[in-house]
């Protein structure tokens, strides 16, 4: 399971045009570095970026709109099918990535031989 938040705030900027900064965390609240996220609009317009080694990310001057959210990291589960609604001026973005577990589970089967009646 993955979450994700986002914060808007005013500021002088282009009637179409969006910052979008965020962060990308565990589930423990630790970075996640060369995390690859891509915004996507209904339109098809798709921005791309790796956050660095804080977890960070930036991409200026979006056009604003709804985008669908992807965020991808070997060892965590997919961040996807998630719609944020950029607004002209900054916007923040809190996503959170939860760690794949994999699990290992051994079964044990023990069956007796089956008897044969030797007598007719």
């Not at 910052?19 to 965390?25: E, N, T």
């Not at 921005?47 to 604003?64: H, I, K, M, P, Y």
């Not at 992807?70 to 607004?87: H, P």
């Not at 916007?91 to 079964?107: C, K, P, R």
Request: aromatic share 4%; hydrophobic share 40%.
């Amino acid at each position: 399971m993955a979450s994700l938040s986002i914060l808007a705030s005013a500021r002088v900027h282009g009637a179409d045009s969006a910052d979008c900064a965020g962060v990308v965390l565990d589930e423990n609240g630790v970075p996640i570095a060369a995390t690859k996220i891509t915004l996507q609009s209904s339109g098809g317009q798709t921005f791309r970026v790796e956050t660095d080694g804080a977890g960070r990310f930036l991409l200026n001057n979006v056009s604003v709109g709804d985008y669908q959210v992807e965020a991808r990291k070997e060892g965590f589960f997919v961040l996807s099918g998630q719609t944020v609604t950029l607004r002209p001026g900054p916007n923040d973005i809190h996503l959170t990535l939860n760690h794949a577990e994999e699990m290992h589970e051994q079964v044990q089967v023990t069956a007796a031989p089956n008897q044969i009646d030797t007598q007719d």
